[in-house]
C-alpha cells in the first residue's frame, strides 16, 4: 500500500487505472525506474504548484529524475496515456452539465517564449504521429 503524502497525490483507485499503461518496472537497459507512483505524483505536484523543478519535494524523489521522467513521457506520448486514463469516466456522474471555463485573461506567455526551439530535441524518442506545431 502507498503512502499518501499530500492531498493530491493519486489515490489507490486512480493508481489502478494507470498501472497497466506504465513501462514495466523490470530492469532494462541502463538500470532500474524509479518508482513510476513517486514519480507521477511528483510531477503533478510540480504542474499543480508551478513551482521549480529543483523545489521538488524530497519525498517525490530527485528532481532531476522526476523532470526526466517527464520530459521522456512528454515526447513519448506517455504522458498523454496517463491523463486520458486519469479522465476517463470522470464526468459520467455530471453528465450534460458538465462544462469547462477557459479566462483568456490569464494565458500567458513567458518572455523568453518568442525564442522557443522549432525543433523537438534529438535526445526524446518523439511519437511517429507528433507534429511539430512550429512547422507548417
Known amino acids: 500500500?502507498?503512502?499518501?503524502?499530500?492531498?493530491?497525490?493519486?489515490t489507490d483507485e486512480q493508481?489502478?487505472?494507470?498501472?497497466?499503461?506504465?513501462?514495466?518496472?523490470?530492469?532494462?537497459?541502463?538500470?532500474?525506474?524509479?518508482?513510476?507512483r513517486m514519480v507521477t505524483n511528483g510531477i503533478l505536484w510540480r504542474v499543480r504548484t508551478g513551482a521549480p523543478w529543483r523545489d521538488l519535494p524530497l519525498c517525490y524523489g530527485n528532481w532531476k529524475t522526476v523532470?526526466?521522467?517527464?520530459r521522456r513521457w512528454s515526447g513519448d506520448g506517455?504522458?498523454?496515456?496517463?491523463?486520458?486514463?486519469?479522465?476517463a469516466g470522470c464526468d459520467e456522474e455530471e453528465g450534460p452539465e458538465w462544462t469547462v471555463g477557459i479566462d483568456a485573461t490569464i494565458v500567458r506567455a513567458h518572455q523568453h517564449a518568442a525564442g522557443a526551439r522549432h525543433a523537438p530535441p534529438k535526445d526524446?524518442?518523439?511519437?511517429?504521429?507528433?507534429?511539430?506545431?512550429?512547422?507548417?
Not at 1 to 10: K, P, S
Not at 30 to 36: C, P
Not at 78 to 86: F, V
Not at 126 to 133: E, T
Open 67 to 70: 523532470y526526466g521522467r517527464h
Open 15 to 36: 493508481w489502478a487505472r494507470l498501472e497497466s499503461v506504465l513501462p514495466s518496472m523490470a530492469p532494462q537497459r541502463g538500470g532500474r525506474w524509479v518508482d513510476h
Open 124 to 136: 526524446i524518442a518523439w511519437r511517429v504521429d507528433h507534429q511539430d506545431p512550429c512547422v507548417g
Open 1 to 10: 500500500l502507498w503512502m499518501v503524502l499530500d492531498r493530491h497525490d493519486l
Open 78 to 87: 506517455m504522458w498523454e496515456k496517463i491523463l486520458e486514463r486519469l479522465r
